[in-house]
T-cell receptor, first 114, second 112 residues
């Protein structure tokens, strides 16, 4: 069964460092998302991406965040200069039909900022 | 902001009992979805109910939607220990583009 894969599963970084989280969405999906979850709490929307551009972003997704689909298969989230409060589980999701259909989530990348 | 809020935050029941979780939201929606998350894992889609539907079933799951009260409920019948997980509702608002907003979740524990 097709699945969304994310790497790395866990990354530890120093405050101020740049981090890139990678995702391979399901191949025929057109809508891509990043969410984050702090310590098993609320799942927070970061950004949605469609047709090679950001379609929506939340207040969390400030200038320190960026997304890219560099090669037609990978979907990356970059945090330019990490802060302690960026420590969270980051989930990538993809969908065939956007919000009108189900989202398929990866297993997440745990980011720990020291 | 458009957001689903689940109630209760935590629920503990015995195997075989039914579990009911509720979700309330603030603005008009197109669809409401329920997802499940095992501890430390990704979310898994359970069921989608459209704003013009009132009830939907899938196996042991029953979802209701009351758009006049801006609320939904997820009922799991004859619960099993394997149903232990967090359950989230997710909503999309009319003017929110592709955004799907999740609530805080209900942590369900089913004791064998």
């Amino acid at each position: 069964e097709p699945e969304v894969t994310q790497t790395p599963s866990h990354q530890v970084t120093q405050m101020g460092q740049e981090v890139i989280l990678r995702c391979v969405p399901i191949s025929n999906h057109l809508y891509f998302y990043w969410y984050r979850q702090i310590l098993g709490q609320k799942v927070e929307f970061l950004v949605s991406f469609y047709n090679n551009e950001i379609s929506e972003k939340s207040e969390i997704f400030d200038d320190q965040f960026s997304v890219e689909r560099p090669d037609g298969s990978n979907f990356t989230l970059k945090i330019r200069s990490t802060k302690l409060e960026d420590s969270a589980m980051y989930f990538c999701a993809s969908s065939e039909r956007g919000r009108t259909g189900e989202l398929f989530f990866g297993e997440g990348s745990r980011l720990t900022v020291l | 902001s458009q957001q689903g809020e689940e109630d209760p935050q935590a629920l503990s029941i015995q195997e075989g009992e039914n579990a009911t979780m509720n979700c309330s939201y603030k603005t008009s929606i197109n669809n409401l979805q329920w997802y499940r998350q095992n501890s430390g894992r990704g979310l898994v889609h359970l069921i989608l109910i459209r704003s013009n539907e009132r009830e939907k079933h899938s196996g042991r799951l029953r979802v209701t939607l009351d758009t006049s009260k801006k609320s939904s409920s997820l009922l799991i019948t004859a619960s099993r220990a394997a149903d232990t997980a967090s359950y989230f509702c997710a909503t999309d608002a009319y003017n929110a583009g592709n955004m799907l907003t999740f609530g805080g979740g209900t942590r369900l524990m089913v004791k064998p």
